[in-house]
C-alpha cells in the first residue's frame, strides 16, 4: 500500500485547510485510515480516524476537525477548521492492513511521507 498525502501549507489563525490522502496498491485489504500529526520535539499523536464509516476524532480537535473517504477513489479527507498555531506540525496518513491467517491476525502499518501544516499567529 503507498499513501499519497496533499493539501498542506501555509496558513493564518483561525483559517482552515484540507487535507487529502490517496491509497494505491493492495488497497482492498485496507483496514483503516486516518490521520496522525508530529510537532517539532513532540511524539506522533493520534487526529482522526475511519473505520468502515466509522470516525473517530482526538478529543482536543473535535469540533474543529473531521475526517471523511471516498471509498470509490480511496482517499480519506482531513477538513481543519479555525486553525490555531498550535496545530502546526508534520500530519500523516496511515493505513492499516489486516492480515488474517489461520494462526493469527496482524496489522501492518501503513505511512505517508508527511505534510506540513504551519499556522501563523
Known amino acids: 500500500v503507498q499513501l499519497a498525502e496533499s493539501g498542506g501549507g501555509l496558513v493564518q489563525a483561525g483559517g482552515s485547510l484540507t487535507l487529502s490522502c490517496t491509497a494505491s496498491g493492495r488497497t482492498s485489504n485496507i483496514y483503516t485510515m486516518g490521520w496522525y500529526r508530529q510537532a517539532p520535539g513532540k511524539q506522533r499523536e493520534l487526529v482522526a480516524t475511519?473505520?468502515?464509516?466509522?470516525?473517530t476524532i482526538a478529543d482536543s480537535l473535535k469540533g474543529r476537525f473531521s475526517i471523511s473517504e471516498n471509498n470509490a477513489e480511496n482517499t480519506v479527507y482531513l477538513v481543519m477548521n479555525n486553525l490555531e498555531p498550535e496545530d502546526t506540525a508534520v500530519y500523516y496518513c496511515?493505513?492499516?492492513?489486516?492480515?488474517?491467517?489461520?494462526?493469527?491476525?496482524?496489522?501492518?502499518?501503513?505511512w505517508g511521507q508527511g505534510t506540513q501544516v504551519t499556522v501563523s499567529s
Open positions: 496511515n493505513a492499516i492492513v489486516k492480515v488474517i491467517t489461520i494462526e493469527r491476525t496482524t496489522d501492518l502499518n501503513y
Open positions: 475511519i473505520t468502515s464509516g466509522r470516525k
